[in-house]
């Protein structure tokens, strides 16, 4: 019953053609994901640095293949090269975050990507955020990619216990009472606030520990009605069901909870 994160899943396959350009990254996952941290910029940074306008349409992808195609249209050095801003794919959290696991599970190092929210942005605020989680004997080591060695960020090649909560993390301490859902939310967008972005960020996440990577705006199920307001107790304890699965890495419970037919995702946003 095991899920094997050493293996490509949807969105983690490096196709054969692109082996080649692997070839010189690092052995650690660190270092992978350093190299990683140079080949993407946010859509916010993007026109300052001299990305053409056209070029934003590059968040919505969603294979790490196609990251790599992406990439090497605009300079088909290796994806150990570092690339200049204005040469860079435009990607968000989750870009950084899948093709660092992707090129973890190339090298046969168990890794997943994590939805949830990052406690180091602004004081007192949980930012939509994604990482990556690689397996280092017997524990899951935690790296900020996309703010790697960034002074604001805690050990962001090994996060502390709190410094990035995933989405189940962040539904159980919302479940405590004892911080507010208004504080979770997605930066810079005054509307994705609140404990809708909480249940939304549990579901990504659990997909994510499925080996499917959603893109943070993707939808389905019931996200809508619970964003509007309109899911009941009933929902709220399936979220409960889904937090504690993924919180204790139980891949038996992590695949029964995604059996639910709300919480699969669908065929539509796997390609």
């Given at each position: 019953?095991?899920?094997?994160?050493?293996?490509?899943?949807?969105f983690?396959?490096?196709?054969?053609?692109?082996?080649?350009?692997?070839?010189?990254?690092?052995?650690?996952?660190?270092?992978?994901?350093?190299?990683?941290?140079?080949?993407?910029i946010?859509?916010?940074?993007?026109?300052?640095?001299g990305?053409?306008?056209?070029?934003?349409?590059?968040?919505?992808?969603?294979?790490?293949?196609?990251?790599?195609?992406?990439?090497t249209?605009?300079?088909?050095?290796?994806?150990?090269?570092?690339?200049?801003?204005?040469?860079?794919?435009?990607?968000?959290?989750?870009?950084?975050?899948?093709?660092?696991?992707?090129?973890l599970?190339?090298?046969?190092?168990?890794?997943?990507?994590?939805?949830?929210?990052?406690?180091?942005?602004?004081?007192?605020?949980?930012?939509?955020?994604?990482?990556v989680?690689?397996?280092?004997?017997?524990?899951?080591?935690?790296?900020?990619?996309?703010?790697?060695?960034?002074?604001?960020?805690?050990?962001?090649?090994?996060?502390?216990?709190?410094?990035?909560?995933?989405?189940?993390e962040?539904?159980?301490?919302?479940?405590?009472?004892?911080?507010?859902?208004?504080?979770?939310?997605?930066?810079?967008?005054?509307?994705?606030?609140?404990?809708?972005?909480?249940?939304?960020n549990?579901?990504r996440?659990?997909?994510?520990?499925?080996k499917?990577?959603?893109?943070?705006?993707?939808?389905?199920?019931r996200?809508?009605?619970?964003?509007?307001?309109?899911?009941?107790?009933?929902?709220?304890?399936?979220?409960?069901?889904?937090?504690?699965?993924?919180?204790?890495?139980?891949?038996?419970?992590?695949?029964?909870?995604?059996?639910?037919?709300?919480?699969?995702?669908?065929?539509?946003?796997?390609?």
């Amino acid at each position: 019953m095991d899920i094997d994160y050493a293996t490509p899943g949807v969105f983690t396959a490096v196709a054969s053609e692109q082996v080649p350009l692997t070839k010189g990254l690092p052995d650690d996952p660190i270092g992978i994901c350093a190299a990683v941290q140079h080949l993407f910029i946010q859509p916010t940074d993007a026109p300052a640095a001299g990305v053409p306008e056209k070029c934003l349409a590059e968040r919505n992808i969603r294979p790490a293949t196609d990251l790599i195609d992406a990439l090497t249209a605009i300079d088909p050095a290796p994806l150990d090269v570092p690339r200049p801003p204005d040469r860079r794919v435009v990607g968000t959290c989750r870009h950084w975050s899948t093709l660092a696991t992707a090129l973890l599970r190339q090298r046969g190092i168990p890794a997943r990507a994590r939805c949830g929210f990052g406690t180091y942005f602004v004081a007192g605020k949980n930012l939509d955020h994604w990482i990556v989680e690689f397996r280092r004997d017997d524990r899951w080591v935690r790296v900020d990619v996309e703010h790697l060695h960034r002074p604001y960020v805690p050990q962001s090649d090994d996060l502390p216990p709190g410094a990035f909560l995933t989405g189940g993390e962040a539904w159980q301490w919302y479940r405590t009472g004892e911080v507010d859902g208004s504080l979770f939310g997605v930066h810079g967008v005054d509307f994705a606030w609140g404990v809708g972005e909480i249940r939304g960020n549990l579901i990504r996440d659990l997909a994510s520990l499925m080996k499917i990577e959603t893109l943070p705006w993707d939808e389905w199920g019931r996200m809508e009605d619970s964003y509007q307001g309109r899911t009941g107790d009933e929902f709220d304890q399936l979220m409960d069901r889904i937090a504690a699965a993924c919180a204790g890495d139980d891949p038996a419970a992590v695949k029964a909870a995604y059996q639910i037919e709300d919480l699969r995702v669908p065929e539509e946003l796997m390609r």
